[in-house]
C-alpha cells in the first residue's frame, strides 16, 4: 500500500466488492416486477447486509430475509417479493461460494521448497 496506484486498486476493488450485491439485488427486484431505483437499493441494501453478517444464524438465512422483508418494504415491495429477493441474493451467495469450493478441492496444492528437496 505505499505505492499510490495500488491503494487506489485496493479501494476500487473494496467499492465493486460493495456494489456487486445491490447490482443483483437490482436485477432481482426488477425480474419480480419491481422498478426500484439503484440509489434506492444503495440505501437499503448495505444496512440489510450489515445485519445479515451477524453471528446469530447460520449462513445468515432468515436474518437476511428479515433485512429484506424491513429495507424493501419500506420502498414499498410487497412482504413475499421482498422475502424471494433475499432468498434469491442467498442463494445466488451460497451457489458462487460452492463453485469457488469446488475449484479450491480440485486445484492442486503448491508444494513447499521443503518437500520439493525430499
Known amino acids: 500500500m505505499f ?3 495500488d491503494g487506489y486498486l485496493a479501494l476500487l476493488w473494496g467499492i465493486l466488492i460493495h456494489l ?9 427486484a426488477r ?3 419491481y422498478q426500484l431505483a439503484f440509489l434506492q437499493l444503495c440505501a437499503v441494501l448495505p444496512g440489510v447486509m450489515l445485519i445479515s453478517y451477524l453471528p446469530i444464524s447460520i449462513g445468515s ?6 433485512g429484506m422483508l ?3 418494504g419500506i420502498l414499498g415491495v ?3 417479493d421482498a422475502v424471494f429477493v433475499g432468498v434469491a441474493l442467498g442463494a445466488f451467495g451460497l ?8 475449484i479450491w478441492f480440485l486445484t492442486p496444492m503448491p508444494r513447499s521448497p521443503v518437500e520439493q528437496k525430499s
Request: hydrophobic share 55%; charged share 10%.
Open 3 to 5: 505505492r499510490p496506484w
Open 20 to 28: 456487486f450485491p445491490i447490482l443483483l439485488c437490482l436485477i432481482l
Open 31 to 33: 425480474q419480480a416486477g
Open 61 to 66: 438465512w432468515g436474518v437476511r430475509e428479515g
Open 70 to 72: 424491513v429495507g424493501l
Open 78 to 80: 410487497p412482504p413475499d
Open 95 to 102: 451457489a458462487s461460494a460452492l463453485a469457488g469450493a469446488l
